[in-house]
Nanobody, 111 residues
Framework: VQLVQSGGGLVQPGGSLRLSCAASGSTFIRYDLTWYRQAPGKEREWVATISPTGGGTYYVDSVKGRFTISRDNAKNTAYLQMNSLKPEDTAVYYC?????WGQGTQVTVSS
């Protein structure tokens, strides 16, 4: 499966962004979809995971209550809605499905 990301950009603290991860191929709906992020000088960090049907969602503590992961299997697309963004959310964000990774998208939170 190929994953193509969109969204991201520059936003002020407290703002919102939505990331998208569009998949090609038929295996997308069979597996979890996970978002990771990597800040400058830091290791890649797990952010959130959604189960194949969307019935289960899981988040790292630092984003609980602010980020929402979702998926639309009819569109082969997953999303990460990010609200109340903080400067420490600044990172390159990646989606992953089975062994496939998206290309990454920059999110910068700054005034």
């Amino acid at each position: 499966v190929q994953l193509v990301q969109s969204g991201g950009g520059l936003v002020q603290p407290g703002g919102s962004l939505r990331l998208s991860c569009a998949a090609s191929g038929s295996t997308f709906i069979r597996y979890d979809l996970t978002w990771y992020r990597q800040a400058p000088g830091k290791e890649r960090e797990w952010v959130a995971t959604i189960s194949p049907t969307g019935g289960g969602t899981y988040y790292v503590d630092s984003v609980k209550g602010r980020f929402t992961i979702s998926r639309d299997n009819a569109k082969n697309t997953a999303y990460l809605q990010m609200n109340s963004l903080k400067p420490e959310d600044t990172a390159v964000y990646y989606c992953k499905n089975l062994d496939s990774w998206g290309q990454g998208t920059q999110v910068t939170v700054s005034s």
